[in-house]
């Protein structure tokens, strides 16, 4: 019998805060005003999963909340997922004990459990096509794949986990074909469902996400990931090595004084992009609105179709949010003193 939703909150941002900003103090979780969860009439095993971006105002209420990705475009579903985020209230970031906006990235998943069974075990069926399809990949029979990861996908992947080992082996499959884009959106999904992995295995997905931060010369990610792996469950770190890929990131960084991205819109209609620096160049063709999202202050900055923008020396952990219609090219160059 079908019980219900049940919805989890995971942090994906370790922030620190510098000397410059000692008087700051983030926000914190006060209360889930939610009556109850969102329910369904179908009997699915299907999940979702979003990450958002989104606003705690000065009053503790998040706003401006935006889909950056998920596992599911549908219009009910997203919706019905912003409406329960707003209902859930904090205590607000302070500067000088002045409540202020502070932006924040989200990991929101929707998890079904029923009355007799748990969703959270992986199908025997699901687990048959997964052991053949990775067989073929390290046999290099790679012709029948596609196939299978797409009978996988629409027949097998239902809940976080089988969703999470979907992502894994078709990142597999796409590093064995050379398919780099590809491969780096499922080995970013893979990372995002990391809790829903075995230990090694999610330790294998965090590493590999981390390397490909690092082909990207995206090193506001890379630190992220690199902070995230305390969290993975059995994971025992040496701190020696941990400090030396820290460490490594970091003169990657500096020496890397000048770098360029060229990216798109998501089907989503946004382009959220972290920030390494703090000069920014920005060409682009017509977008909606651009916005600087950082974890001690929000700006607008005014659209046109070169931008030249420098961020306040305060700010710390910031990205720009674009608003815009999918596929609209963007550039960015980076450029100036570190801000990670």
């Known amino acids: 019998m079908y019980k219900g939703l ?41 999940e979702q999963w979003f990450k958002l971006s989104y606003i705690i105002g000065a009053n503790g209420t ?5 889909i950056i990705a998920s596992n599911d475009n549908r219009e009910s579903i997203k919706n019905d997922t912003i409406k329960y985020l707003k209902n859930i209230s904090y205590q607000p970031a302070t500067i000088n004990g002045q409540a202020i906006d502070s932006a924040h990235v989200l990991l929101f998943r929707r998890d079904i459990s ?14 048959k096509r997964y052991n053949k399809i990775n067989d073929l990949i390290i046999k290099d029979q790679l012709t029948k794949v596609p196939e299978l990861l797409i009978e996988l996908r629409e027949k097998n992947a239902k809940n976080m986990r089988e969703q999470a080992l979907l992502a894994w082996v078709s990142a597999f499959y796409y590093f064995k074909n050379k398919d780099q884009v590809n491969y780096a959106k499922q080995i970013e999904q893979a990372y995002l469902l990391r809790e829903n992995m075995a230990t090694k295995i999610a330790y294998k997905a965090t590493m590999s996400w981390f390397e490909q931060s690092l082909r990207n010369k995206d090193y506001y990610e890379a630190i992220k990931v690199l902070r995230s792996l305390s969290n993975i469950k059995g994971l025992k770190l040496e701190k020696s090595s941990y400090e030396q890929s820290f460490n490594t990131v970091i003169e990657l960084a500096k020496q890397q004084e000048q770098q360029t991205y060229k990216k798109s819109i998501s089907e989503f209609g946004n382009l959220y992009h972290q920030l390494s620096r703090s000069n920014l160049n920005i060409e682009m063709q017509a977008v909606k609105s651009v916005e600087l999202r950082c974890l001690n202050g929000i700006e607008q900055i005014p659209v046109s179709n070169q931008i030249t923008y420098q961020l306040p020396d305060q700010y710390r952990s910031c990205a720009l949010l674009f608003l815009g ?10 450029s100036g003193a570190l801000n990670l």
């Open 6 to 46: 049940i919805l989890s909150l995971s942090w994906l941002l370790t922030f620190s805060v510098s000397a410059n900003s000692s008087s700051f103090t983030p926000a914190l979780f006060k209360e889930n005003t939610n009556k109850k969860y969102p329910t369904s009439s179908t009997y699915s095993r299907m």
């Open 62 to 66: 998040p706003k401006d909340i935006v």
């Open 114 to 127: 029923f009355t007799s069974n748990p969703n959270d075990n992986v199908s025997s069926s699901f687990y």
């Open 325 to 334: 219609s999918p596929n609209t090219k963007i550039k960015i160059t980076e």
